[in-house]
C-alpha cells in the first residue's frame, strides 16, 4: 500500500461523501484499537463503492479491504482498490456458469447416499468433487462425487431443497447454475501476511452487497484468517472489530448515515488451539468466532425481518421521541436498534401486537392526510398564522429555486447520466442476484462514479468554452484569458455546490406547506389527538418492556435514552400547544364576529 496514494484517496472520498450525504456520523471509534493488526467486519454490506469510503474517512487507521476480482478488473474500481491496497478475491458466483440439462428428484432416499439424476446433463464436463449446484432460487447442494453423465452425488439435502426438486420434475426439471470451487489460499496468505505487518484489513463477511433488510448468512472467512494469522503467531493478537453501517435512503443523493463500531472482539488462546487441531474441534473454533462476530455485528446495526417491520420501527421510534427534543442521527439508529429488539424478542407480546395494530392505523390515517408523521405537529397552527406562514414559505421557496435554477441547469447533465446508468446498472444487478431486492445497493455507487468521471469533463468542456469565448471575442491577452478561465471554473464548482443547497432547502420548504395548508382547510385534531395517545401507549409499553432487555430495571434506567420525565413533558407541551391553538381559534371566531358586527 502507498500511503501517499492512501491519504490521496481519503481526501477524494471525504470530498464526495460531503457531496453525497448531508451527514455522516460516527459512533464509538474510540474503542478501535490504534496499534496492531485489526480486522474490521463491516455490515450489512448495503453499498458496493460506498461503505469502504465512510470506513476509509472514519476509522482513523489505513485499511487494506478484500474486494471482489470481478470489480477489481473494471477500470475506475480497481484505480480506486489498488491506490487502496486492496486484496483481489474470486467468488465463486462471479465464475458460475449456466448448467447443461436439468436436475430432478434424488435418485437414491438412503441416508448415508444422496444421489441427483439429471436430465440431459453433462456432469462429467461441468461437474466437479466440491462444486456447488444452484437451483430454483437458494436451494444448493454440494458435489460430492460425479458418478455419470446423469447422476451425481451430493452431501444431505435440505428438506427445502428436495421439495423443489421433487415439484420440478413434473416440469421437465429445475434448471441450474455450477459454482466451481474456488481455491483461495493466495487470497488468505495476504491477509494473514498483511496481519503479520501489523496492518488493518476490511472484510464484508456477506460476501456481497444487497438492499436487505437484514443480514446475509455471513460467511467463515473472517474468522478463519483471524484464526489462521494467530496460528501462525504466537504472539499476535488479531482484535476483530464489528462495523455497522446504517443508512437512510442511502440510494439518494443528499441522504444520512451512521457508521457504529463495536466493542473489539478478542480471539482466545483456546480456540487458537483448537484451530490448530483441525477437524471437528477446528469447525467448531471457527464457530464460534463467527457467532461472536454475528453478535457483535447485531449490537451496531438495525436489522429487521422484512421492510414493513422496518418502516414499523422507525415509526415506533418517532412517536416515543418527545415533541420538544431533537435526536442528532446516531442518537436515532440506537433508539431505532433498541425497537428492533422489542420487536423481535417480543412479537407476541400483547403489548407489543397492540402497539403494532395503533402504529399502522395511525400511518393509514397519516397517508390519507398526505404528511409525515414529523409534520402532524406543525398543524396546530391558527388560520391566519397559517396562511401567513403559507405565503412566505412560498415566497421563500420561489426565491430558493430561482437561485438554484441557473446551477441546476449547468449541473443536469450529471444528474441526468448518472440517474440513468445507475438505473441500468441496478436492473443489472438484480437479474444476476437471488438476493437483491431492487438492486438499490450498486446505485449510490454507480452515481458517485458517474459523477467522478462526467463532472470534471462537464467543468472542462464549460472552461474551454469559456476560455476560447475570451480569445476571440475580446481583447484580453492569452495570460488574461487563463487566469480569468481559471477564476470562472471555480466560480462554477462553488455556485455548483451553492445550488444543490439551496435546492435542498427549497424542497423542505415545499414539504412543509401541506401541514399549513391543512391547518386552513382540514380539521387535524383528531390527527393529533391519536398521535399523543399513541405517544403514551408506546412510552408506557416501553417502561414495561425495557426491563426485560437489560438484567435489571436500574440497568434499564441507566441506558434509556429518553427518560420518563423528558416524556411526560412532551406530553404536557402538546397539551399546551393544543390549547394554544384552541385559544387562538376561539380569538379568531370573536375577531371575525366583531368584523360582522362592525359590517352591519
Not at 415 to 429: F, G, P, T, V, Y
Not at 534 to 548: D, F, M, V, W, Y
Not at 588 to 600: N, P, T
Amino acid at each position: 500500500m502507498n500511503e501517499l496514494a492512501y491519504w490521496a484517496m481519503s481526501v477524494l472520498f471525504w470530498i464526495v461523501l460531503r457531496v453525497f450525504f448531508r451527514e455522516v456520523k460516527s459512533r464509538g471509534a474510540f474503542k478501535i484499537p490504534q496499534r496492531g493488526p485489526v480486522l474490521f467486519v463491516v455490515g450489512p454490506h448495503a453499498n458496493q463503492f460506498i461503505d469502504p469510503m465512510v470506513l476509509v474517512t472514519h476509522c482513523g487507521r489505513s485499511v487494506s479491504f478484500l474486494m471482489a476480482k470481478k470489480s477489481f478488473d473494471k477500470f475506475w474500481i480497481g484505480l480506486f482498490g489498488r491506490a487502496l491496497g486492496s486484496i483481489p478475491v474470486v467468488r465463486p458466483q462471479d465464475v458460475a456458469q449456466k448448467g447443461i440439462g436439468a436436475l430432478a428428484t434424488s435418485a437414491d432416499d438412503t441416508p448415508a447416499v444422496r444421489l441427483v439424476a439429471g436430465i440431459k446433463t453433462k456432469f462429467t464436463e461441468q461437474l466437479r468433487a466440491r462444486t456447488v449446484l444452484n437451483f430454483a432460487g437458494s436451494n444448493s447442494v454440494e458435489v460430492v462425487e460425479v458418478l455419470s453423465d446423469s447422476v451425481v452425488k451430493v452431501k444431505d439435502i435440505s428438506e427445502a431443497a428436495a421439495k423443489a426438486l421433487a415439484e420440478s420434475e413434473s416440469g421437465g426439471g429445475a434448471s441450474f447454475k455450477v459454482t466451481p470451487h474456488v481455491d483461495q489460499n493466495d487470497m488468505f496468505s495476504a491477509v494473514v501476511d498483511r496481519l503479520n505487518e501489523g496492518k488493518c484489513v476490511g472484510i464484508f463477511p456477506e460476501g456481497g452487497s444487497h438492499d436487505r433488510t437484514d443480514f446475509l448468512p455471513l460467511k467463515a472467512g473472517a474468522s478463519i484468517m483471524a484464526l489462521a494469522a494467530m496460528s501462525q503467531n504466537e504472539f499476535m493478537n488479531v482484535q476483530i472489530v464489528p462495523t455497522g453501517l446504517n443508512y437512510f435512503n442511502a440510494h439518494k443523493w443528499r441522504s444520512r448515515a451512521v457508521i457504529e463500531f463495536g466493542d473489539a472482539i478478542t480471539v482466545t488462546k483456546e480456540q487458537v488451539e483448537a484451530y490448530k487441531k483441525g477437524g471437528e474441534s477446528k469447525r467448531k473454533a471457527i464457530s464460534e468466532v463467527m457467532d461472536a462476530i454475528l453478535e457483535g455485528l447485531k449490537a451496531v446495526t438495525v436489522t429487521a425481518k422484512d421492510y414493513d417491520t422496518l418502516m414499523l420501527i422507525q415509526a415506533a421510534r418517532r412517536l416515543y421521541r418527545p415533541v420538544h427534543m431533537k435526536l442528532t442521527i446516531d442518537e436515532t439508529v440506537y433508539l431505532n436498534r433498541r425497537f428492533a429488539e422489542v420487536f423481535s424478542k417480543f412479537p407476541d407480546d400483547p403489548l407489543v401486537l397492540d402497539t403494532t395494530y395503533r402504529v399502522r392505523e395511525y400511518n393509514s390515517l397519516l397517508k390519507s392526510y398526505g404528511i409525515e408523521d414529523h409534520q402532524v405537529i406543525r398543524t396546530t397552527f391558527g388560520k391566519r398564522v397559517a396562511a401567513t406562514k403559507l405565503c412566505l414559505r412560498v415566497v421563500e421557496a420561489m426565491l430558493l429555486f430561482a437561485f438554484a435554477a441557473p446551477g441546476a441547469l449547468l449541473h443536469a447533465p450529471i444528474a441526468l447520466l448518472a440517474r440513468k446508468i445507475s438505473n441500468q446498472k441496478a436492473a443489472e444487478a438484480l437479474r444476476e442476484s437471488s438476493v437483491k431486492i431492487e438492486g438499490r445497493d450498486v446505485m449510490a455507487t454507480w452515481k458517485v462514479l458517474v459523477s467522478l468521471v462526467v463532472a470534471p469533463l462537464l467543468y472542462t468542456v464549460y472552461s474551454l468554452v469559456f476560455f476560447t469565448s475570451l480569445l476571440f471575442n475580446s481583447t484580453f491577452t492569452l495570460r488574461q484569458c487563463v487566469m480569468y478561465t481559471v477564476v470562472f471554473t471555480a466560480v462554477t464548482i462553488v455556485f455548483g455546490v451553492a445550488a444543490m443547497r439551496a435546492s435542498e432547502i427549497g424542497f423542505d420548504v415545499i414539504k412543509s406547506l401541506r401541514p399549513l395548508y391543512l391547518s386552513m382547510f382540514a380539521d387535524t385534531e383528531v390527527l393529533r389527538q391519536m398521535r399523543a395517545d399513541l405517544a403514551q401507549r408506546i412510552s408506557a409499553a416501553i417502561t414495561e418492556i425495557g426491563p426485560r432487555l437489560h438484567n435489571s430495571k436500574d440497568e434499564f434506567e441507566a441506558s434509556r435514552l429518553i427518560a420518563e420525565k423528558d416524556v411526560r413533558y412532551g406530553e404536557i407541551l402538546t397539551e399546551e400547544m393544543n390549547k394554544d391553538k384552541n385559544d387562538e381559534v376561539r380569538a379568531e371566531d370573536k375577531s371575525i364576529a366583531a368584523d360582522r358586527g362592525v359590517a352591519q
